[in-house]
């Protein structure tokens, strides 16, 4: 059983900063990659930023320069720290984990529940 657990969206406003982590846990033999994903109301899923392990950062056009994901191998957290956001950038926030659980042979994507990030204009 593996979990992921986001933290640190909430309200700021337009220009702002705010840090999202992501946690993983349980039985885990590996992981490959770790990304965010962000979903606003009516629109659909799409990818911000993902790392997979030994590769570069890939990121969204709309927020290159701005966001920046890292990860702590140690700790299976990964981080997503969003300078000068904008009203467009509102939308809640999923981690996504590919992971190799301990006694499986074979990777599965795992997501958070979400967290919500609010910029006001």
């Known amino acids: 059983q593996v979990q992921v657990v986001e933290s640190g969206g909430g309200l700021v406003q337009a220009g702002g900063s705010l840090r999202l982590s992501c946690v993983a846990s349980?039985?885990?033999?590996?992981?490959?990659?770790m990304g965010w994903y962000r979903q606003a109301p009516g629109k659909q899923r799409e990818l911000v930023a993902a790392?997979?392990?030994?590769?570069?950062?890939n990121y969204a056009d709309s927020v290159k320069g701005r966001f920046t994901i890292s990860r702590d191998n140690a700790k299976n957290t990964v981080y997503l720290q969003m300078n000068s956001l904008k009203p467009e950038d509102t939308a809640v926030y999923y981690c996504?984990?590919?992971?190799?659980?301990?006694?499986?042979?074979?990777?599965?994507?795992?997501w958070g529940q979400g967290t919500q990030v609010t910029v006001s204009s």
């Open positions: 996504k984990i590919t992971a190799q659980p301990m006694g499986l042979p074979i990777r599965y994507d795992y």
């Open positions: 790392l997979t392990t030994g590769g570069s950062p």
């Open positions: 349980g039985s885990i033999l590996s992981i490959n990659a």
